[in-house]
């Protein structure tokens, strides 16, 4: 089956600095993978995604992610923090081929952004 | 705005009580889904409708139940509530049934149980 986990429920940077989030999945084939915010108040947006093309993938906002296989990881990184990217970040994958009802969502990652 | 609308926004009612939440999904969407989220336990798929079918069902009570209309709008309805349903309740939408695109989201719908 599969599953997603997300280490750090809550990430703290300053502005500026490197954002890193962290997603590891378990999938016994291919998966795509995604990630999404959600700002206060808002929907979940989608911020990129991987479909077993390029395994680095950048995404709106500055930030991209990497799939790597051997370490089951798809993390997601930003350069330099600003204020706006303050919201909680998920990680979702599903099974390349399969209908969104198996979208499985991680359990979110807040990031807050000091000034 | 992602072009999914859902009303009500913010709805407080009692035990027992039945709500109905209300999605309009993107122009040209075919599919819907729903989606509870709260604090502990994170974001859970519900159930999915594509053109007017029920496609696929997740972790939805049998209080709760959900249709799609011709017009392609959806409705989630939930009956003899109980505090524990208390959440944030997301519509989504997409063009197809089934991936790896993108899954449009609604604002949501926060119901709070008393």
């Known amino acids: 089956a599969q599953s997603v986990t997300q280490l750090g429920s809550h990430v703290s940077v300053s502005e500026g600095a490197l954002v890193l989030l962290r997603c590891n999945y378990s999938?016994?084939?291919?998966?795509?993978l995604f990630w999404y915010v959600q700002y206060p108040n808002q929907g979940l947006q989608l911020l990129l995604k991987?479909?077993?093309?390029?395994?680095l993938v950048k995404g709106i906002n500055g930030f991209e992610a990497e799939f790597k296989k051997s370490e089951t990881s798809f993390h997601l990184t930003k350069p330099s923090a600003h204020m706006s990217d303050a919201a909680e970040y998920f990680c979702?994958?599903?099974?390349?081929?399969?209908?969104?009802?198996?979208?499985?969502f991680g359990p979110g990652t807040s990031l807050s952004v000091i000034p | 705005d992602s072009g999914v609308t859902q009303t009500p926004k913010h709805l407080i009612t009692a035990t027992g009580q039945r709500v109905t939440l209300r999605c309009s999904p993107r122009?040209?969407?075919?599919?819907v889904y729903w989606y509870q989220q709260s604090l502990d336990q994170g974001l859970q798929f519900l159930i999915q409708y594509y053109n007017g079918e029920e496609r696929a069902k997740g972790n939805i009570l049998e209080r709760f139940s959900a249709q799609q209309f011709p017009d392609l709008h959806s409705e989630l309805n939930l009956s003899s509530l109980e505090l524990g349903d208390s959440a944030l309740y997301f519509c989504?939408?997409?063009?197809?049934?089934?991936?790896?695109?993108?899954?449009?989201f609604g604002e949501g719908s926060r119901l709070t149980v008393l």
């Open positions: 999938s016994s084939v291919p998966p795509y």
């Open positions: 991987y479909t077993s093309a390029a395994t």
């Open positions: 979702a994958v599903s099974l390349e081929g399969t209908s969104y009802d198996k979208v499985i």
């Open positions: 989504a939408s997409s063009v197809l049934s089934g991936g790896p695109g993108e899954l449009f």
């Open positions: 122009s040209g969407d075919l599919s």
